[in-house]
């Protein structure tokens, strides 16, 4: 009579572990919610980082863009022209004592993937060199604001 008992114990334990092995759909649903809120509250953060990160880079990008265009004008004593472009840091112009290429890894384009604008005699100094951010027209805030060689 016990063995019997017994036995209907581990049948009983064993046909509750078979169902015990996996998540039910509603623990699940509970956790992708979970998920999905976390996601909606940390995502926009990140987000507004990565724009702030092109800024930066942008900034950055100018700064040395800057410092080969004054390397420029310390061998050949004078920028390039509006119509040499920045590619005169990279190939030479025509003339005697250039000594570039300047950058070392090329003219790059901004974060965005546009090529900078220069332009030499500029409106505000000696050149103006800018990007126009992430939509590529004057103005605008947060990424899309202009990223200019006088600020």
């Not at 992708?32 to 996601?39: E, F």
């Amino acid at each position: 009579m016990q063995r019997s008992l017994l036995t209907a114990g581990v049948v009983s334990k064993l046909s509750i572990d078979k169902y015990r092995r996996g998540f039910t759909l509603v623990e699940i649903m509970v956790v992708m919610v979970m998920i999905a809120l976390l996601a909606a509250l940390v995502g926009p953060r990140l987000f507004s980082k990565v724009g702030k990160g092109k800024q930066s880079t942008a900034k950055a990008q100018i700064e040395l863009l800057g410092q080969a265009l004054d390397l420029f004008r310390l061998d050949i004593g004078r920028y390039p022209t509006t119509q040499e472009g920045l590619n005169a840091l990279i190939v030479n112009p025509g003339t005697d004592n250039w000594d570039g290429p300047y950058p070392k890894k090329g003219i790059p384009n901004d974060p965005w993937g546009k090529p900078y604008h220069y332009q030499s005699p500029g409106a505000h100094g000696d050149y103006d060199l800018f990007t126009y951010g992430r939509d590529d027209a004057p103005g605008g805030e947060g990424e899309d604001k202009d990223v200019l060689s006088w600020e």
